[in-house]
Antibody, heavy 115, light 110 residues
Framework: EVRLVESGGGLVQPGGSLTLSCAASGFTFSSYWMHWVRQTPGKGLEWVSRINVDGSGTNYADSVKGRFTISRDNAKNTLYLQMSSLRDEDSAVYYC????????WGQGTTVTVSS | QSVLTQPPTASGTPGQRVAISCSGSSSNIGSKYVYWYRQFPGTAPKLLIHSTNQRPSGVPDRFSGSKSGTSASLAISGLRFEDEADYYCAAWDDNLTGWVFGGGTKLTVL
C-alpha cells in the first residue's frame, strides 16, 4: 500500500522551532519529487515547499523562505521540514504529498504556534 | 488572497451539470497545466484532474477539466449528493517559482 505518514506536529511558541517528518512506504520514494502543503483550519491549501529526487534542488513559498528547510533521506524513505522563527500564521495542518498524476497525500500533522 | 481565484461557493441539484472556474495569469494557468483536487471534511485532498484535462485512474468521466487563456474550469455532470466537497485548482507559477492553489470552492448539492 502506498502511504505517507507525517509526524512531529505540536504546540510551539512564536519564534520557536519544530521539525516535521514524513515516512513513505509502498513506492520508490527516491524517484519522486516531494512536497509540503499546509492548510489553515477552515481555510484553503497553501503550497509550502518541494524537493527534487536527490535533494539537490528545493523551492519555497515566499511566506516561509529563509525560515523553513525541506530535506530528504532516501535511505530512510523520509521527508523532513525544519521550521524555525515560527509565527502565529504558520499554524496549520501540514501535509506531506507526492504531487504527481498519481498523487499521494499523508493524513496531515497539526502545528499550533501560540504563546 | 490566493493567486488563483475561485468562487467560494457553487451549488446544483442532483443530475445537473456544474462548472467551477479558476482564474489565474500568464505565469501560471496561461502557460502551465492545471490540476484539480477534491477534499472532503477532515480528510486530505485527492487529485481529480491532472494536466488540465486528464483524469487519474478511478475518477469517473463525469468530471472534466478545460482551460482557455488564463482561466480553467472543472465541470461535474450528473451531479450526485456525494459530490459535496471542497474543490481546489492548482498550477505551477513561473514568477513565484512555486505551486499556487485557488482559494477553494465549496460545492453544495441541494
Amino acid at each position: 500500500e502506498v502511504r505517507l505518514v507525517e509526524s512531529g506536529g505540536g504546540l510551539v511558541q512564536p519564534g520557536g522551532s519544530l521539525t516535521l517528518s514524513c515516512a513513505a512506504s509502498g513506492f520508490t520514494f527516491s524517484s519522486y519529487w516531494m512536497h509540503w502543503v499546509r492548510q489553515t483550519p477552515g481555510k484553503g491549501l497553501e503550497w509550502v515547499s518541494r524537493i527534487n529526487v536527490d535533494g539537490s534542488g528545493t523551492n519555497y513559498a515566499d511566506s516561509v523562505k529563509g525560515r523553513f528547510t525541506i530535506s530528504r533521506d532516501n535511505a530512510k524513505n523520509t521527508l523532513y521540514l525544519q521550521m524555525s522563527s515560527l509565527r502565529d500564521e504558520d499554524s496549520a495542518v501540514y501535509y506531506c504529498a507526492r504531487l504527481s498524476w498519481d498523487d499521494v497525500w499523508g493524513q496531515g500533522t497539526t502545528v499550533t504556534v501560540s504563546s | 488572497q490566493s493567486v488563483l481565484t475561485q468562487p467560494p461557493t457553487a451549488s446544483g441539484t442532483p443530475g445537473q451539470r456544474v462548472a467551477i472556474s479558476c482564474s489565474g495569469s500568464s505565469s501560471n494557468i496561461g502557460s502551465k497545466y492545471v490540476y484539480w483536487y477534491r477534499q472532503f471534511p477532515g480528510t486530505a485532498p485527492k487529485l481529480l484532474i491532472h494536466s488540465t484535462n486528464q483524469r487519474p485512474s478511478g475518477v469517473p468521466d463525469r468530471f472534466s477539466g478545460s482551460k482557455s487563456g488564463t482561466s480553467a474550469s472543472l465541470a461535474i455532470s450528473g451531479l450526485r449528493f456525494e459530490d459535496e466537497a471542497d474543490y481546489y485548482c492548482a498550477a505551477w507559477d513561473d514568477n513565484l517559482t512555486g505551486w499556487v492553489f485557488g482559494g477553494g470552492t465549496k460545492l453544495t448539492v441541494l
